[in-house]
Structures are given as structure tokens and as C-alpha cells.
């Protein structure tokens, strides 16, 4: 008998991380599925771990290719796919035990053909979680056109995707999946997500936006090669013409307009943040940027945290007091900004400073910064400071 679900993990090279990632599936508390791992050509013992596994647990099946790439690989387990709705789990993550129980129970219940989920991006290096959900009110959406679209890849109010374009968060319907699959650009190797879940969303009439998360995907810092230039500049092109592709088949006119436009501003962040990565080049702080810290006037203050919007806070700061240090917990592999040397959390201890400044953009992370350095460093709360800043983006009329 056909399982109701099918879950889908690529896996390329995954030996020290495929164990976490297949006990946290094959310990869901929904059972019914059947887990496809895609081998996309691994040259460690990814396969050999994996086989191990299936001769365990008859709900496995390996399937292998040559290398060549995400897409492909995903595309291969969507056709290889039993069950009519199909999960994805990338082979470097980990899922909470209830995930499939709870995204199951929405999908049936509803009749749905997308159930979206929040996510946990956990960041191993600089030991932080934050939690990201789509900027959608939780409940079931059946007028698509009037209610995601306009929002759907830009939100201005946020500065942010709508629906975040991630596959792992979500479940599909099959068989809209194979359409998909059989039509995308699969030179795309960066965007992929973007490219796949848009697309399908051109295709379906109801989502349900789910504000709970259970997966957790693991961002290793500096994940892509900075050699990739060329290949990144072809890469951009054909994901804006895949995507330009299927809004342009909208018949209403205002939503074909407001897809276009914010596929416009989406590409326009692609450039930034690929500028960031290859050259160093900080987007971010070319906006306009609003703070408003009295204290620190002619006081000696700590920057801490070297990651996006850093190097505006550290200009607002520069002119207004004496900047002993710029701190970061993990420091190593991030440029000079603003040629100062960002140096490690542990230097706490040594400096004499009046006020620690938090640079970091999420409320939850800095409050999670702040109860570290009470514990570890001993600083006192009232010389901790932080406030959410008023951003205007460099395309923000784009």
C-alpha cells in the first residue's frame, strides 16, 4: 500500500552530517511515509551510511545519479515519489519530531495544495537560532491573486519576502511539482527554492500559512566559493527569465504588474547580496540607516557584532564617541570593516568601555547576545544597548 507522504532528501558529500538528518525523519511521530534519498553523485561514505540505514527501515529507498545538481536531484525523487504530497529535507539539517504529524494533519483537514511553515535558521559558527515565518496572518488563503500576490516575493512594510522561498518548510502536491520540474531552467543553481516555489504557486488556488517551526536549517558562513563569479551572473539571468516566464502568463493585469515589479526589486537583492559575497561589498550599508543612542555621546563604547547593517552603526557611532574595540564572536574569516580590526568576544574582559553597543538586526538575537554577555563576560545590563533601526534600502524606489 502507497504511503501518503513522501519525503525527499538530496544528498551530495553529506557523510558528517546525513545521521542527525535521517534520525530526526525516521523518529517523526508520523510514520506513514516513505523517505527518498537522492545520491547526486557523493564521493564519501554518504551512500555507504545511507544503505546502512535502509536495510534498517524498509520505508527507505536510495536512488543515485551523477552529479548534477539540486534541482535534478530533487527532480529525480518528485518522479521516483509513491505519495501524493511530497517533503523535502536537505541532507545538512534536522527536523523536530512533530513536523510531518502537524503539517499532515493541515494539508488533509484543509484540502489545501500548499501548507507553508516557519523555519529556524540556526547558525552552528556563531552558536544563534532565529525564527522565520512568512509575513502572512496564520489560516487557510484561497484568493491568491488579491491576497499573496502582492506580497508574495517583496513585502515593503518588511523589507522582506512575503512567503519565504524555502521548500523545506512546506508540502507539496505531487503532481503540480512534476509540472514544475519538467519545465524549470535547471541551470539554476542559486535561487532554486525561489524559482521552484514560485512557480507552483502560479499553479495552485489555496496556501495555508502555518506560524510554527520545525525545521532547522543549518547556515554555515561562506557555504558558496567566491570563484563562482561568472557562473553566478548567468545564474541571475535565468532565474529572472524563468520567473518572468510564469508571471507573465497571469491574465489580471494589476497582479501581472505587481508580481513584475516585485520580481524587479528580488533580483536587485540577488545582485546585492552575490556583490557581498564576491567582493565584499556591504549593499546594506549604502541605505539609509537611523539611530538614536544619546548615551553614547563622547563616551568610550564597544561595537559588537561585525554582521549586516554593521558598518552603518559603526559610521553613526564614529563621529559621536571613541570606539575602543569592534567585537564579534566569531571573527575569523570577516574582513576589516571600515578598516578597524574586529576582533573576538573573549577581548571583553580586557577593555574599559562605558557602553556596548549590540549590532545585529533581530530583537530575539540580541536579546540572546545580551544574556551572554551578563553570563560569560559579566556586563552590566545597563551598559548594554541596543534599538531597532530604521533601514530605507539602496532599491527602495526601485
Same mark, same amino acid.
Given at each position: 500500500?502507497?504511503?501518503?507522504?513522501?519525503?525527499?532528501?538530496?544528498?551530495?558529500? $553529506?557523510?558528517?552530517?546525513?545521521?542527525?538528518?535521517?534520525?530526526?525523519?525516521?523518529?517523526?511521530?508520523?510514520?506513514?511515509?516513505?523517505?527518498?534519498?537522492?545520491?547526486?553523485?557523493?564521493?564519501?561514505?554518504?551512500?555507504?551510511?545511507?544503505?546502512?540505514? $535502509?536495510?534498517?527501515?524498509?520505508?527507505?529507498?536510495?536512488?543515485?545519479?551523477?552529479?548534477?545538481?539540486?534541482?535534478?536531484?530533487?527532480?529525480?525523487?518528485?518522479?521516483? $515519489?509513491?505519495?501524493?504530497?511530497?517533503?523535502?529535507?536537505? @541532507?545538512?539539517?534536522?527536523?523536530?519530531?512533530?513536523?510531518?504529524?502537524?503539517?499532515?494533519?493541515?494539508?488533509?483537514?484543509?484540502?489545501?495544495?500548499?501548507?507553508? @511553515?516557519?523555519?529556524?535558521?540556526?547558525?552552528?559558527?556563531?552558536?544563534?537560532?532565529?525564527?522565520?515565518?512568512?509575513?502572512?496572518?496564520?489560516?487557510?488563503?484561497?484568493?491568491?491573486?488579491?491576497?499573496?500576490?502582492?506580497?508574495?516575493?517583496?513585502?515593503?512594510?518588511?523589507?522582506?519576502?512575503?512567503?519565504?522561498?524555502?521548500?523545506?518548510?512546506?508540502?507539496?502536491?505531487?503532481?503540480?511539482? /512534476?509540472?514544475?520540474?519538467?519545465?524549470?531552467?535547471?541551470?539554476?543553481?542559486?535561487?532554486?527554492?525561489?524559482?521552484?516555489?514560485?512557480?507552483?504557486?502560479?499553479?495552485?488556488? @489555496?496556501?495555508?500559512?502555518?506560524?510554527?517551526?520545525?525545521?532547522?536549517?543549518?547556515?554555515?558562513?561562506?557555504?558558496?566559493?567566491?570563484?563562482?563569479?561568472?557562473?553566478?551572473?548567468?545564474?541571475?539571468?535565468?532565474?529572472?527569465?524563468?520567473?518572468?516566464?510564469?508571471?507573465?502568463?497571469?491574465?489580471?493585469?494589476?497582479?501581472?504588474?505587481?508580481?513584475?515589479?516585485?520580481? /524587479?526589486?528580488?533580483?536587485?537583492?540577488?545582485?546585492?547580496?552575490?556583490?557581498?559575497?564576491?567582493?565584499?561589498?556591504?549593499?546594506? $550599508?549604502?541605505?539609509?540607516?537611523?539611530?538614536?543612542?544619546?548615551?553614547?555621546?563622547?563616551?568610550?563604547?564597544?561595537?559588537?557584532?561585525?554582521?549586516?547593517?554593521?558598518?552603518?552603526?559603526?559610521?553613526?557611532?564614529?563621529?559621536?564617541?571613541?570606539?575602543?574595540?569592534?567585537?564579534?564572536?566569531?571573527?575569523?574569516?570577516?574582513?576589516?570593516?571600515?578598516?578597524?580590526?574586529?576582533?573576538?568576544?573573549?577581548?571583553?574582559?580586557?577593555?574599559?568601555?562605558?557602553?556596548?553597543?549590540?549590532?545585529?538586526?533581530?530583537?530575539?538575537?540580541?536579546?540572546?547576545?545580551?544574556?551572554?554577555?551578563?553570563?560569560?563576560?559579566?556586563?552590566?545590563?545597563?551598559?548594554?544597548?541596543?534599538?531597532?533601526?530604521?533601514?530605507?534600502?539602496?532599491?527602495?524606489?526601485?
Amino acid at each position: 500500500m502507497n504511503k501518503e507522504l513522501s519525503i525527499i532528501v538530496p544528498m551530495y558529500n $553529506a557523510e558528517r552530517t546525513i545521521e542527525k538528518c535521517l534520525q530526526s525523519i525516521l523518529g517523526q511521530t508520523y510514520s506513514n511515509f516513505e523517505l527518498l534519498l537522492v545520491n547526486d553523485g557523493s564521493e564519501d561514505k554518504t551512500l555507504q551510511i545511507c544503505e546502512a540505514y $535502509a536495510k534498517k527501515d524498509k520505508r527507505i529507498r536510495i536512488l543515485s545519479q551523477e552529479n548534477k545538481g539540486l534541482i535534478k536531484a530533487r527532480k529525480l525523487g518528485v518522479n521516483a $515519489a509513491t505519495s501524493a504530497v511530497v517533503g523535502f529535507v536537505d @541532507s545538512d539539517d534536522w527536523i523536530e519530531e512533530d513536523m510531518y504529524a502537524e503539517l499532515m494533519k493541515i494539508y488533509k483537514e484543509t484540502g489545501c495544495k500548499l501548507v507553508s @511553515s516557519g523555519i529556524y535558521r540556526d547558525y552552528p559558527k556563531d552558536d544563534y537560532t532565529i525564527e522565520v515565518c512568512d509575513h502572512f496572518e496564520e489560516g487557510l488563503y484561497q484568493n491568491l491573486s488579491a491576497e499573496i500576490y502582492p506580497t508574495m516575493l517583496w513585502d515593503s512594510k518588511w523589507s522582506d519576502f512575503g512567503l519565504y522561498c524555502t521548500l523545506v518548510n512546506k508540502l507539496f502536491q505531487r503532481e503540480t511539482l /512534476r509540472e514544475i520540474y519538467d519545465e524549470i531552467d535547471t541551470r539554476v543553481f542559486y535561487g532554486e527554492d525561489c524559482l521552484t516555489l514560485y512557480s507552483y504557486m502560479m499553479r495552485i488556488q @489555496s496556501i495555508y500559512i502555518l506560524k510554527k517551526s520545525f525545521y532547522h536549517y543549518i547556515i554555515w558562513q561562506g557555504s558558496m566559493c567566491r570563484s563562482a563569479d561568472e557562473k553566478l551572473l548567468c545564474n541571475t539571468y535565468y532565474l529572472f527569465q524563468g520567473l518572468q516566464k510564469e508571471f507573465q502568463k497571469v491574465n489580471e493585469q494589476e497582479t501581472k504588474y505587481a508580481l513584475l515589479k516585485q520580481l /524587479r526589486r528580488y533580483i536587485l537583492e540577488v545582485e546585492s547580496h552575490t556583490l557581498g559575497m564576491l567582493y565584499g561589498i556591504d549593499m546594506a $550599508a549604502m541605505g539609509e540607516w537611523k539611530y538614536d543612542f544619546p548615551e553614547v555621546l563622547n563616551k568610550k563604547v564597544v561595537l559588537y557584532g561585525a554582521g549586516g547593517g554593521s558598518k552603518a552603526l559603526y559610521r553613526y557611532l564614529k563621529d559621536r564617541c571613541n570606539i575602543v574595540a569592534w567585537l564579534d564572536k566569531a571573527p575569523e574569516g570577516k574582513d576589516m570593516r571600515c578598516l578597524h580590526e574586529i576582533l573576538p568576544a573573549d577581548k571583553i574582559p580586557e577593555l574599559d568601555f562605558d557602553y556596548l553597543v549590540i549590532s545585529v538586526l533581530s530583537k530575539e538575537l540580541a536579546q540572546s547576545i545580551k544574556k551572554e554577555l551578563m553570563e560569560l563576560y559579566h556586563v552590566q545590563a545597563d551598559k548594554i544597548l541596543w534599538q531597532q533601526a530604521e533601514h530605507t534600502s539602496i532599491f527602495e524606489n526601485a
